[in-house]
Structure formats: structure tokens, C-alpha cells
């Protein structure tokens, strides 16, 4: 099988397409988690805590001088990513509790015992008989 062949093969599997449409939709929640927090979810703390923009909070290490831009610590924006990573990994989690909770449910249904064979009916009263004799 050609190069071609097999890569057409393997991008043709059903998981490929699942694993694609779940990185198509999770860039798309990530950005709706990344405008929540940076729009709504930080403006109002920032406020509280004194007119912090936290997109903007850093420590500056070095302050720029001349064509040398400064050196800072972006604090800020990691606080607005460790959010971001708190709100996707909470989602995450509520999907796969729901996902494991269904599985549960069609899993919980304990199928019947199959009836035993006519050899497992003979081989248990072979057994039977030969605890009676041995108590006889």
C-alpha cells in the first residue's frame, strides 16, 4: 500500500474524525472561557481590589531603557490563565461525571445467568449423588 493509501486509511478511522472535531470544539470553548474571564469574570475583581487590570499587572523587573525594552513579570496574565484553566478543567470534569454517570446506568442492568447446560445439570447431580453416598 502507497504512502498516500495509508494515510487516507488512517485519517479515515472514526476516532481521527472524533479526535479532530473534539480539538475544533475545544479551541472554540477555549476562547468563549478566555473572553468570560478576561471581560467579565476579572473587571469586577479587579475593581474591588482597587482599579487593577490584572491583562496589565506585572512586576517590572528591568524598566526599558532606551531601545532595551523592559523585563517584567507578566503576573497578571497567569492569574487570568490559571482562571481560564480552573473554568475548562471544572467543564471537563461536569462531562465526564454526565459521560461516566450514563455509562453507569446501561452498565448497572446485570444481564440474566444463562440457564446451565444439560452437561452442567448431569455434572451436578453426579455431584449430589456422590455427597449422599458419602454421608450414607
Keep these: ?3 498516500l493509501g495509508e494515510f487516507k486509511a ?3 478511522r472514526g476516532n481521527v ?3 479532530a472535531v473534539g480539538v475544533v470544539i475545544g479551541a472554540a470553548f477555549g476562547k468563549i472561557v ?3 474571564v478576561d471581560n467579565v469574570i476579572m473587571p469586577p475583581i479587579g475593581m474591588a481590589i482597587g482599579g487593577v487590570d490584572f491583562a ?3 512586576w517590572v523587573l528591568k524598566p526599558a531603557a532606551g531601545d532595551v525594552a523592559e523585563v517584567a513579570i507578566g503576573i497578571g496574565a497567569f ?5 481560564q ?3 475548562i478543567a471544572f467543564a471537563i470534569f461536569l462531562v465526564v461525571k454526565m459521560v461516566n454517570r450514563l455509562s453507569r446506568k ?3 442492568k446485570p444481564a440474566e445467568p444463562p440457564a446451565p447446560t444439560v452437561d452442567q445439570q448431569l455434572l451436578t447431580e453426579i455431584r449430589d449423588l456422590l455427597l449422599a453416598q458419602k454421608r450414607a
Excluded: G, H
Excluded at 79 to 83: E, F, S, V
Design 17 to 19: 474524525i472524533d479526535l
Design 56 to 58: 496589565k499587572w506585572k
Design 85 to 87: 484553566f480552573t473554568i
Design 34 to 36: 478566555t473572553a468570560l
Design 79 to 83: 492569574i487570568n490563565t490559571i482562571i
Design 106 to 108: 446501561e452498565a448497572a
Design 1 to 3: 500500500m502507497s504512502l
Design 10 to 12: 488512517f485519517a479515515m
